[in-house]
């Protein structure tokens, strides 16, 4: 307290040696740090608003989040053709968004500004391969704490090459693995928005080149533009699973790969056959009918009477000398021939099923280098590759 006072009684004589203006002076000086210093408080206490995803949005995305925000009370702002939300809720809500399948489906220039906070003294391909890195962690966060039932995800990403002699740009591609919690189901849904969510944060790279799999089990990803219901995609994958695991157990061969692919029988379906018998069966076959007809005229035609004046008297002797006679005969026959009856039979097959099946299987060249091995002559010797290749064309006809 004795501090203070000395120095309050300092303050008091250096000022009173002062002017009125330098007093002024020193005084707006006080208000103007004491007004910096309010707003730097007041502006800490505030939330920064920055872009949900620094890219443009149509009006029909932009209002298809903006509703959703107001389902979820979500503070929001809107600038332009940009959605500015929270600093804090940034990640979140772009993670909620990915898994309501609400995002526009080309995020990819969003996620770059994310991602520019790296140096950009850096060179060029270890700054490249840092931001993937980067990307892969951020959207593993998202599946994990935004998608209901995911316990942890990994993504990893296969980015689209540069153009080549042939100037056709690669499809970029992905993997997703993700643990569910106990008692949860891994369905389509979720495998269709996991990919969603993935390619739409990354250039060249469509929703069915992303593969997702949930406790080792491989989801379905439906196609962009392919609707289904999907209690197809379930009975899909049910079968192609089991079918694969079959086939697996028969062939007892290390790593061969083995893909199935099933089209599952769900609607019921009628099938009518109508046969018809053979003619010597003598079912419904009715006898041939024919029928023939004869027709004869004649008639009597006057000469022809030449030019001038004739005498209108007949010449005796043979009134029918100059006369002509016509005579025409006309026979037909008609065969008709009956038409033998059939036989319709209608079939309904209730749902279920399947009605194709395709198996593709995959040896590694270890399982033809170890038959080549047992049948040489030498248990010991490594096979040659002509060895091997001779084994893979003798097999192959038999594998199939």
Same mark, same amino acid.
């Given at each position: 307290?004795?501090?203070?006072?000395?120095?309050?009684?300092?303050?008091?004589?250096?000022?009173?040696?002062?002017?009125?203006?330098?007093?002024?002076?020193?005084?707006?000086?006080?208000?103007?740090?004491?007004?910096?210093?309010?707003?730097?408080?007041?502006?800490?206490?505030?939330?920064?608003?920055?872009?949900?995803?620094?890219?443009?949005?149509?009006?029909?995305?932009?209002?298809?989040?903006?509703?959703?925000?107001?389902?979820?009370?979500?503070?929001?702002?809107?600038?332009?053709?940009?959605?500015?939300?929270?600093?804090?809720?940034?990640?979140?809500?772009?993670?909620?968004?990915?898994?309501?399948?609400?995002?526009?489906?080309?995020?990819?220039?969003?996620?770059?500004?994310?991602?520019?906070?790296?140096?950009?003294?850096?060179?060029?391909?270890?700054?490249?391969?840092?931001?993937?890195?980067?990307?892969?962690?951020?959207?593993?966060?998202?599946?994990?704490?935004?998608?209901?039932?995911?316990?942890?995800?990994?993504?990893?990403?296969?980015?689209?090459?540069?153009?080549?002699?042939? $100037? &056709?740009?690669?499809? /970029?591609?992905?993997?997703?693995?993700?643990?569910?919690?106990? @008692? !949860?189901? *891994?369905? =389509?849904?979720?495998?269709?928005?996991?990919?969603?969510?993935?390619?739409?944060?990354?250039?060249?790279?469509?929703?069915? $080149? &992303?593969?997702?799999? /949930?406790?080792?089990?491989?989801?379905?990803?439906?196609?962009? @533009? !392919?609707? *289904?219901? =999907?209690?197809?995609?379930?009975?899909?994958?049910?079968?192609?699973?089991?079918?694969?695991?079959?086939?697996?157990?028969?062939?007892?061969?290390?790593? /061969?790969?083995?893909?199935?692919?099933?089209?599952?029988?769900?609607? !019921?379906?009628?099938?009518?056959?109508?046969?018809?018998?053979?003619?010597?069966?003598?079912?419904?076959?009715?006898?041939?009918?024919?029928?023939?007809?004869?027709?004869?005229?004649?008639?009597?035609?006057?000469?022809?009477?030449?030019?001038?004046?004739?005498?209108?008297?007949?010449?005796?002797?043979?009134?029918?000398?100059?006369?002509?006679?016509?005579?025409?005969?006309?026979?037909?026959?008609?065969?008709?021939?009956?038409?033998?009856?059939?036989?319709?039979?209608?079939?309904?097959?209730?749902?279920?099923?399947?009605?194709?099946?395709?198996?593709?299987?995959?040896?590694?060249?270890?399982?033809?280098?170890?038959?080549?091995?047992?049948?040489?002559?030498?248990?010991?010797?490594?096979?040659?590759?002509?060895?091997?290749?001779?084994?893979?064309?003798?097999?192959?006809?038999?594998?199939?």
């Amino acid at each position: 307290m004795e501090f203070l006072r000395r120095a309050i009684r300092q303050i008091r004589s250096q000022l009173g040696v002062l002017t009125t203006s330098q007093r002024l002076v020193v005084v707006l000086c006080v208000v103007i740090m004491g007004g910096a210093i309010f707003w730097m408080v007041r502006y800490a206490g505030q939330r920064v608003m920055v872009p949900l995803l620094n890219q443009p949005f149509t009006d029909e995305e932009r209002q298809r989040i903006i509703d959703q925000f107001e389902d979820w009370q979500q503070r929001y702002d809107v600038s332009g053709d940009r959605i500015l939300v929270p600093t804090d809720d940034r990640r979140r809500l772009i993670g909620r968004l990915g898994y309501a399948q609400l995002l526009p489906d080309d995020t990819s220039l969003g996620w770059a500004s994310l991602l520019e906070e790296s140096s950009i003294w850096e060179p060029t391909e270890q700054r490249e391969t840092k931001n993937l890195i980067v990307l892969q962690t951020m959207l593993a966060q998202a599946i994990e704490e935004e998608f209901p039932g995911v316990e942890s995800a990994k993504v990893f990403i296969n980015k689209a090459e540069k153009r080549r002699v042939s $100037n &056709v740009m690669p499809m /970029a591609s992905a993997s997703v693995i993700v643990t569910l919690s106990g @008692g !949860e189901e *891994a369905t =389509s849904r979720l495998g269709t928005a996991i990919a969603d969510f993935v390619s739409g944060a990354n250039q060249n790279m469509k929703r069915e $080149n &992303v593969s997702v799999i /949930a406790n080792g089990q491989k989801l379905k990803v439906i196609p962009v @533009g !392919e609707q *289904a219901p =999907s209690e197809y995609w379930e009975s899909k994958t049910r079968y192609e699973q089991y079918f694969r695991g079959k086939i697996i157990s028969i062939l007892e061969v290390d790593n /061969a790969l083995v893909q199935v692919d099933v089209k599952p029988q769900l609607d !019921e379906t009628e099938q009518i056959i109508v046969s018809i018998p053979n003619e010597e069966s003598g079912k419904s076959w009715l006898p041939a009918i024919q029928t023939s007809s004869s027709e004869q005229s004649s008639s009597n035609t006057p000469p022809a009477q030449g030019p001038g004046i004739a005498a209108n008297v007949g010449s005796g002797g043979g009134s029918g000398a100059g006369a002509g006679r016509s005579e025409t005969t006309e026979q037909s026959e008609t065969t008709r021939q009956a038409f033998p009856g059939s036989e319709t039979v209608k079939t309904r097959k209730a749902p279920g099923g399947i009605t194709d099946i395709t198996v593709t299987v995959l040896y590694p060249k270890t399982f033809f280098k170890q038959i080549a091995r047992q049948r040489a002559e030498d248990k010991e010797a490594e096979p040659t590759d002509e060895v091997v290749q001779a084994q893979i064309d003798l097999e192959t006809p038999e594998l199939r």
